[in-house]
Nanobody, 126 residues
Framework: QVQLVESGGGLVQPGGSLRLSCAAS????????IGWFRQAPEKDREAVLC????????TYLDSVKGRFTISSDNAKNTVYLQMNSLKPEDTAIYYC???????????????????WGQGTQVTVSS
């Protein structure tokens, strides 16, 4: 059974940094595409970044370019989201999601992802 568990969220001041982790279990970490999504109150869920074992990383949101990066540690079955220069508008619940095994193309449509974590709250406020 595939499980994704996010951690690392919290309250941070504007300009601060956080690193989110997405630990995968029941999931063979060879061919994969794992994305980070976020959902702010009263807004639709949106794709932030994605990493593919074959295609590298893709950033979907212009507002996070140069501030957020995605990486993976295959030995730990973990994907990370490093968030720097955080802004109040980054406040949201952040989710990681995985496409079915063998599908290694990233996509910004959440319907293409079968497995989801429970989410971790990120609040940027002074």
């Amino acid at each position: 059974q595939v499980q994704l568990v996010e951690s690392g969220g919290g309250l941070v001041q504007p300009g601060g940094s956080l690193r989110l982790s997405c630990a995968a279990s029941g999931f063979v970490f060879d061919d994969y595409a794992i994305g980070w999504f976020r959902q702010a109150p009263e807004k639709d869920r949106e794709a932030v970044l994605c990493i593919s074992s074959r295609e590298g990383s893709t950033t979907y949101l212009d507002s996070v370019k140069g501030r957020f990066t995605i990486s993976s540690d295959n030995a730990k079955n973990t994907v990370y989201l490093q968030m720097n220069s955080l802004k109040p508008e980054d406040t949201a619940i952040y989710y990681c999601a995985a496409r079915p095994r063998g599908l290694t193309s990233c996509h910004d449509w959440d319907r293409f992802y079968d497995y989801w974590g429970q989410g971790t709250q990120v609040t940027v406020s002074s």
